[in-house]
């Protein structure tokens, strides 16, 4: 019977591929590779399940980035006492919906202000 794990070398070069998703402003030196080779050099099994979870979760973490959307205004309402201008910022947050097609128009938006979930409103003196 054919075994589903992959290969040892593939493995461990999908583990570095995961492990530097993460951490993009690391670098992996070859060290840190023959580490990771001689701590799962007989743990091919749980290796799998792990590489296959942080896949997995790397997956979840990039659907959820692609479906939010922020959208901010910044815009003056005077000056204060000291002549320091003053902002109003609007920030919010949208969620596209993908899952029922059929709440969309074919003209409209697919980003619905209903779906939004985030909401901010502030205002702050920039002194100078």
Known sequence: MKSKIP???????RLITQVQKRHPDKTITSE???TFRNSW????????????QLEINSNKAESINNRLDERHVVFPIGVDVLGNPIYHEHKVLFKRDYEDPKRYSKKGSKIKYEDS???????????N
Do not use: C, N, R
């Open 41 to 52: 050099k007989y743990k091919q099994p749980e290796l799998y399940k792990m590489v296959k």
């Open 7 to 13: 290969p040892f070398d593939e493995l461990i070069d």
């Open 32 to 34: 840190l590779v023959e």
């Open 117 to 127: 979930y985030f909401f901010t409103s502030k205002t702050y003196v920039v002194p």
